[in-house]
């Protein structure tokens, strides 16, 4: 348990710093304002030098960082969007523009039913557990792309404004 004196400008408290003088304002610290300006500007840099090829650690670093900093700023949290579509949308089960695809109810009743057809013939090995994916490793590619996700390059751009 974190215990402090009583103070009005009592320093981060999870990353946010809190200011009571004038009103109650929620802001980061100078140096961490300062590294997500770099973080966003090296997202547009990657996209200007090559969008076919981001590396995709970078990414989920600077991803891992704009998440702590937008806990103190939600404004951020819908401009992230594109960053997670880029990031996960190598993975199959993913739309042309990065979004996960769901199967649809019709889709789900027609296998439980043909499920059932081959368990009755003597095929299937019980329904136990139908409809729970067995998951597969995936490794996660070195690099991925971002010509896939329209949205992204609007989002960094927004991004890059907002924190000027």
Same mark, same amino acid.
């Given at each position: 348990?974190? *215990?402090?004196?009583?103070?009005?400008? =009592?320093?981060?408290?999870?990353? !946010?710093?809190?200011?009571?003088?004038?009103?109650?304002?929620?802001?980061? +610290?100078?140096?961490?304002?300062?590294?997500?300006?770099?973080?966003? *500007?090296?997202?547009?840099?990657?996209?200007?030098?090559?969008? +076919?090829?981001?590396?995709?650690?970078?990414?989920?670093?600077?991803?891992?960082? @704009?998440?702590?900093?937008? *806990? !103190?700023?939600?404004?951020?949290?819908?401009?992230?969007?594109?960053?997670?579509?880029?990031?996960?949308?190598?993975?199959?089960?993913?739309?042309?523009?990065?979004?996960? *695809?769901?199967?649809?109810?019709?889709?789900?009743?027609?296998?439980?039913?043909?499920?059932?057809?081959?368990?009755?013939?003597?095929?299937?090995?019980? @329904?136990?557990?139908?409809?729970?994916?067995?998951?597969?490793?995936?490794?996660? =590619?070195?690099?991925?792309?971002?010509?896939?996700?329209?949205?992204?390059?609007?989002?960094?751009?927004?991004?890059?404004? @907002?924190?000027?």
């Amino acid at each position: 348990r974190k *215990r402090t004196g009583p103070s009005t400008k =009592p320093g981060p408290w999870a990353g !946010t710093v809190t200011l009571t003088e004038g009103g109650v304002f929620a802001t980061v +610290t100078e140096m961490k304002w300062e590294k997500t300006q770099g973080l966003i *500007r090296e997202l547009a840099q990657m996209m200007e030098s090559d969008d +076919t090829a981001l590396p995709h650690k970078a990414l989920l670093r600077i991803r891992g960082f @704009l998440i702590y900093v937008g *806990r !103190t700023y939600r404004w951020m949290n819908p401009y992230l969007k594109g960053l997670h579509l880029v990031i996960d949308g190598w993975r199959k089960d993913r739309d042309e523009e990065g979004y996960k *695809r769901r199967k649809s109810p019709i889709h789900e009743e027609i296998a439980m039913k043909e499920a059932e057809e081959a368990f009755e013939r003597g095929e299937g090995q019980g @329904l136990e557990g139908f409809g729970e994916e067995e998951e597969e490793e995936e490794t996660a =590619p070195e690099t991925v792309s971002a010509q896939r996700v329209p949205r992204f390059a609007g989002d960094v751009e927004a991004l890059r404004k @907002l924190t000027e």
